[in-house]
């Protein structure tokens, strides 16, 4: 799988960060503010960092937060993790001229794969193999330390059904919209480019060697380590995705299509271990 690349020799000639957002280099390219032209990283970094910075406040069910005296119980989760959305929706809409470089088309093959996606990673999941394989190893606390919030407002607040549903869209918001596109933009446009080739700005999306391929499996596996092997699946069919249409938006679209049916599977299921 090695230096497989697409056929784009004017783009990756380029010399300018610019060349990071061409998807079609017969389209003008849309001004970018002087601040981010020139730290073209910003687009793919500073909201993944200001999601996950703010996330590791959250508390989970067994342990809340807890540094230096200071406690967030549980029962705040909700809080904190509306601020963590409401933030990196800051984040992102400062760096939106970035996101707009990138073509904005998403191909049925792109929904199909997300549509295909959340089945592999429900059933991968249920079956439970990390803590199989780990636990007699002594490893079973990697497992613990990938443990998800899980909470579920319907049963925190059976009685106030509009602040329950109104957090359940919050979730749904930042599971199907804010995270896809932070995630794939983070590790996609920026990380495996990176390893392509350090002037990561003049490798055109979609160009895929085996290192990066590796990469693109392995930072996600230790982002969710109670799923590896789920997420060694998904992530791989995205990357599959990535090298097949050299379209970063079909990859965010992919992503948005798994964990909005994810998220419907937990509320119909009441597996919220997964949310």
């Excluded at 509009?162 to 995630?183: D, M, T």
Aim: hydrophobic share 55%.
């Amino acid at each position: 799988m090695s230096n497989l690349t697409p056929n784009t020799d004017d783009v990756s000639k380029a010399n300018t960060p610019l060349a990071a957002y061409i998807v079609n280099p017969a389209s003008p390219i849309r001004p970018l503010p002087i601040w981010l032209s020139r730290n073209p990283w910003l687009t793919f970094v500073l909201p993944f960092a200001v999601f996950m910075a703010v996330g590791s406040f959250e508390p989970t069910p067994e342990k809340p937060f807890e540094l230096f005296g200071f406690t967030i119980e549980y029962s705040a989760y909700p809080v904190v993790y509306s601020v963590k959305i409401f933030l990196t929706m800051l984040a992102m809409a400062a760096v939106w001229p970035g996101y707009r470089q990138f073509a904005f088309r998403v191909s049925p093959l792109a929904i199909l794969v997300g549509a295909v996606g959340v089945v592999l990673w429900v059933g991968i999941t249920k079956l439970q193999l990390e803590s199989r394989m780990l636990t007699p190893l002594g490893l079973g606390w990697l497992v613990d330390f990938g443990t998800r919030s899980a909470f579920n407002p319907l049963a925190a607040w059976p009685d106030q059904p509009l602040l329950a549903y109104g957090f359940l869209l919050v979730r749904f918001w930042g599971l199907a919209i804010v995270v896809p596109v932070i995630e794939e933009f983070f590790l996609r446009g920026l990380v495996m480019r990176y390893v392509v080739d350090p002037d990561w700005w003049k490798v055109p999306f979609g160009t895929l060697t085996t290192s990066a391929a590796v990469v693109g499996t392995l930072v996600p596996m230790a982002m969710h380590p109670a799923e590896l092997l789920a997420a060694a699946v998904w992530f791989t069919s995205i990357t599959w995705l990535m090298f097949k249409t050299k379209n970063i938006w079909d990859c965010v679209a992919a992503h948005a299509v798994t964990n909005l049916l994810l998220g419907v599977w937990v509320v119909a299921s009441g597996e919220w271990h997964l949310m």
